[in-house]
């Protein structure tokens, strides 16, 4: 049962480009609490240099600086 179950799952084709473009029915506001309570967002975490770009980026996009936005 588990094994038809697994292949299914592995053989599935998510189409990610529409379900990220889709609505899932989160606010902005939602969206951004979410985001921001990210392990990689908050204050004083040690991140490699891959991770630091990315949430850089992300801070970045959705003007977020934790001392500005208490969004926690």
Not at 41 to 58: F, G, H, I, K, S
């Amino acid at each position: 049962m588990f094994t038809y179950l697994q292949a299914v799952l592995l053989g599935f084709q998510y189409d990610w480009v529409s379900m990220l473009k889709s609505d899932l029915g989160l606010s902005e506001l939602g969206f951004r609490c979410l985001l921001f309570r990210r392990y990689d967002m908050q204050d004083n975490v040690e991140l490699d240099d891959n991770e630091q770009r990315y949430a850089t980026a992300l801070m970045n996009k959705f003007h977020f600086s934790a001392a500005a936005d208490a969004v926690r």
